[in-house]
């Protein structure tokens, strides 16, 4: 007879999230509080109730604390766009709305209150936004969400990727979205994803009118 497989795995892997959910939590709230370069690792770790060690083997850099585990992901958006059934700007919407519901429901199997992961963002993307290297590191980590989008066009319009249109549309659909935290609508009070969902549906809105205005002066 086969041993009994210890059913340890989920649990444990369900606790190692938590953790770095809790730890990237409590560094953005240090960083907002006493700014990204004065919030020291050591004040993280005291702050989510961790050994130092322990932040440091789950984020190696200051940055990571930031920029890891987005679930606005490049593989997540490249899945979809590779099995879209229609226009990729459809497949981006769609993608950005299951995502956003996803996070929703994350948030309440894990207690949080409604729109608390919206919150965060915001604070994120503030903090971001004043910060030279950060804004130089993020600039790098959409472009390869610009890069897919781009190519799901380009192919949605026979265009390689690399050219005007395509690129053009790529950029103004993930600055847009990346913007959305620091409009005025989205960073002036708590905001729920019902609320945020319309402001996708804009961004995506003007890519799509300026993609017709440029396909309109290339003609046939």
Known sequence: ?????????????????????????????????????????????????????TVTLHFPTKEDLLFADDPFAPESLAARLDTRPGAALDAVGEWMRDTMRALDERDADQGRKPG???????KRATLIAGDEDLRGSARASYYELERLIAAAIGEDLGLPPTALAPRLTAYTVVGGLRELYMTHEAHHRDI???????????VLDVARAGLAELAARRGP
């Open 192 to 202: 729920a994803t019902e609320e945020l969902l319309p402001l996708v549906d804009r």
């Open 116 to 122: 608390e992961t919206w919150s965060l963002r915001v």
């Open 1 to 53: 007879m086969w041993p009994a497989v210890p059913r340890t795995r989920p649990r444990q892997a369900r606790k190692k999230r938590q953790t770095r959910e809790r730890i990237q939590t409590s560094a953005l709230e240090l960083f907002t509080s006493h700014g990204y370069r004065n919030a020291t690792i050591a004040a993280i770790a005291e702050h989510a109730d961790v050994a130092t060690r």
